[in-house]
């Protein structure tokens, strides 16, 4: 895991599931470097999460085995895990993505810690 930005990325389930673990609420992208869909959000996700006191994370996930054990069926997709459990989650709209707008909103109506 890259701690050093203002949302870490993980690629892979050990590091993924750690971070899980180490954080009661956890909001995360999970997406594919290949997409171009997320190409556009990622960033977008980045900007939104600066200067945020909860927990972010961006999972990058190119072969798609996180997106099977989670239902990821369209990049990207947020999800909210509480304890490691998912309780919440925006998918994208195939060929359409997510736009800023709905990346805002599902990150608002997130519990803060």
């Known amino acids: 895991m890259n701690a050093n930005e203002?949302?870490?990325?993980v690629d892979n389930?050990?590091?993924?599931?750690e971070a899980l673990?180490?954080?009661?609420r956890v909001i995360a992208m999970v997406y594919a470097s290949w997409c171009p869909f997320?190409?556009?959000a990622v960033p977008v996700f980045e900007s939104?999460?600066?200067?945020?006191?909860?927990?972010?994370?961006?999972?990058?996930?190119?072969e798609e085995r996180i997106a099977d054990l989670y239902g990821?069926?369209?990049?990207?997709?947020?999800?909210?895990?509480?304890?490691g459990f998912i309780v919440?989650?925006?998918?994208?709209?195939?060929?359409?993505?997510?736009n800023e707008q709905q990346i805002a909103e599902f990150i608002g109506s997130c519990p803060p810690l």
């Not at 939104?48 to 190119?62: A, H, K, W």
């Open 72 to 83: 990821v069926d369209v990049f990207p997709t947020l999800i909210l895990f509480e304890k």
């Open 38 to 40: 997320c190409r556009k």
């Open 13 to 17: 389930l050990r590091d993924l599931e």
């Open 88 to 98: 919440k989650r925006l998918d994208a709209k195939p060929g359409i993505g997510l």
């Open 21 to 24: 673990e180490k954080n009661d």
């Open 48 to 62: 939104l999460t600066r200067n945020e006191e909860r927990t972010f994370l961006l999972v990058t996930d190119d």
């Open 6 to 9: 203002s949302c870490p990325t």
